[in-house]
């Protein structure tokens, strides 16, 4: 009788822990809004290294790529603005996120930058006929340098330290670099071309919200997530 007892215990703790679950989820809103930049973003510089190295020079029969510190819209849209929630108390869900996907394709990183997960696996390809080698220069994380052949298997990295911008690099073309932030909870985004972000499934609460760009530094607002979700806004300019 007691061995029963405990069994509906558990199945009874399980079931209410479900319900929980799904009511936070239900009442989770969405953090939404739009990034944008005032005035004449500095100029891009072409990357002139690529023309003495035959391999990459010939993808480029014309005109060579450029840096892309600012991708600013014709309306003004700026994207790879890191948005995120800070002080959340909520538990990285990194190891059962999907992989984020870096490729090396052109003799660039692609794309530029990411956001991941503590835990979270972040796969890179070689997409180039021609060998790389990724090299990460992290702050709080362990330094990791992989050749990878054209053609050769991906490459998988994980981070278990949050980290901003945590660069990857590769130093047979030193003009390629990647930027990936880290974080300890699913409470982030990345701006896009049109300028848009949404941190989904925000549980209902007062939350501190940032926005990093890695050339025009962070701007912090208070908002309140409800049930219907909430929108906040953020402006850079070149100081």
């Given at each position: 009788m007691l061995a029963f007892d405990l069994k509906l215990m558990k199945k009874s703790l399980l079931v209410l822990t479900s319900v929980c679950c799904a009511l936070q989820l239900v009442s989770a809103g969405d953090l939404t809004g739009t990034i944008?930049?005032?005035g004449t973003p500095p100029p891009e510089r072409e990357l002139a290294p690529i023309r003495d190295n035959p391999d990459c020079s010939a993808m480029y029969p014309g005109a060579l790529p450029k840096t892309k510190f600012y991708v600013v819209g014709s309306g003004g849209e700026l994207a790879d603005v890191v948005v995120y929630l800070k002080g959340v108390p909520s538990a990285s869900t990194g190891a059962s996120a999907p992989p984020a996907v870096l490729d090396q394709k052109g003799c660039l990183y692609m794309p530029q930058l990411l956001a991941v997960?503590?835990?979270?696996?972040?796969?890179?390809?070689n997409s180039d006929p021609c060998v790389h080698n990724v090299h990460t220069r992290p702050a709080a994380n362990p330094e990791a340098n992989q050749v990878q052949m054209p053609g050769g298997a991906d490459l998988t990295f994980t981070f278990d330290k949050p980290e901003p911008f945590l660069k990857f690099q590769c130093d047979v073309h030193p003009w390629m670099f990647a930027w990936i932030s880290v974080f300890d909870h699913p409470y982030f985004a990345v701006s896009g071309a049109d300028?848009?972000?949404?941190?989904?499934?925000?549980p209902p609460g007062k939350y501190t919200v940032e926005a990093a760009h890695r050339k025009l530094g962070?701007?912090?607002a208070e908002v309140e997530?409800?049930?219907?979700?909430a929108a906040q806004n953020f402006s850079f300019g070149v100081k």
């Open positions: 944008t930049f005032k997960q503590t835990g979270q696996k972040v796969v890179v390809k300028g848009k972000f949404t941190i989904k499934n925000v962070v701007q912090t997530v409800k049930a219907e979700g």
